[in-house]
């Protein structure tokens, strides 16, 4: 009984790959179907066309308005307030500088105490003195030490 199903088995395997085989050669000698040759989409509406063509004229007209309002809204309103913006900043930079140089010549008996909680350094920083940041203003920053 096993012979005969191994037997079996063997054949249907052949028989498979031959219809396979078949099949495939077929597929390249074999002529296009005549639904291949038709158009994939059918003739479309002339009425529906033409509404899709007036709302796309509408949607770019529209859009051509609008994006000319906020062009105008850029040069006219934001770019003022720009330049507004820079000049009050350079105007309040101006006297923080005046400030930063009056504080330089402040001596350290007059800088305010510091506290225990100030510049903790659990372990040396690996540039400089190892107790400077990297954005340690000499200026400006001290750590005086008792």
């Not at 191994?6 to 099949?23: D, N």
Request: net charge positive.
């Amino acid at each position: 009984k096993r012979k005969e199903q191994k037997r079996m088995f063997r054949q249907t395997l052949r028989q498979s790959s031959k219809a396979t085989r078949a099949v495939r050669n077929a597929s390249h000698k074999a002529e296009l179907p005549p639904w291949a040759l038709e158009p994939a989409f059918p003739k479309g509406d002339p009425a529906a066309a033409k509404a899709f063509k007036d709302s796309l004229a509408a949607t770019e007209h529209h859009a051509k308005s609008t994006s000319g309002l906020w062009k105008k809204i850029s040069w006219l309103v934001a770019a003022p307030a720009v330049i507004a913006t820079a000049i009050n900043t350079y105007f309040v930079e101006a006297e923080h500088a005046k400030h930063r140089e009056h504080l330089s010549h402040v001596p350290d008996e007059e800088w305010p105490k510091q506290y225990e909680y100030m510049n903790i350094r659990s372990k040396p920083f690996f540039w400089g003195d190892g107790d400077k940041t990297l954005w340690w203003n000499p200026v400006i920053n001290r750590h005086i030490k008792d």
